[in-house]
């Protein structure tokens, strides 16, 4: 069994800059692909991003345009998304999750595809 321990959720201003972060736990962190997903207000919830157990080709969302930065460490057992730009659209609960296959890019984007998922984090984009 995975826990995901989420972190970094808070208010910010559009324009400004967040860091989330997810610390797994129960599996060596190396085994497990991670991603990034969101459910905005009165919405589905949608893929942000995802990276490979070696940390190489993370992917995003297209609608992101850069502003957003998926990264692990697996020394330090964290995965931090640093979220730049942030606009009010940008307003969701955050969910970490993890899975333990070995997933090809366009599988990454998809929710069902991870078996542990973390509490979720709010980010509010507001003035």
């Known amino acids: 069994q995975v826990q995901l321990l989420e972190s970094g959720g808070e208010l910010v201003q559009p324009g400004g800059s967040l860091r989330l972060s997810c610390a797994p736990s129960g599996r060596p962190f190396s085994a497990l692909t991670m991603a990034w997903f969101r459910q905005p207000p009165g919405k589905d919830r949608e893929f942000v991003a995802a990276?490979?157990?070696?940390?190489?080709?993370?992917s995003y969302a297209n609608a992101l345009n850069g502003r957003f930065t998926n990264s692990r460490v697996n020394a330090e057992n964290t995965l931090d998304l640093q979220m730049n730009s942030l606009k009010p659209e940008d307003t969701a609960v955050y969910y970490c999750a993890a899975t333990t296959k070995g997933l090809i890019t366009s599988s990454r984007a998809r929710d069902q595809e991870y078996e542990y998922w973390g509490q979720g984090n709010q980010v509010t984009v507001s003035s």
């Open positions: 990276i490979k157990r070696t940390g190489g080709y993370p």
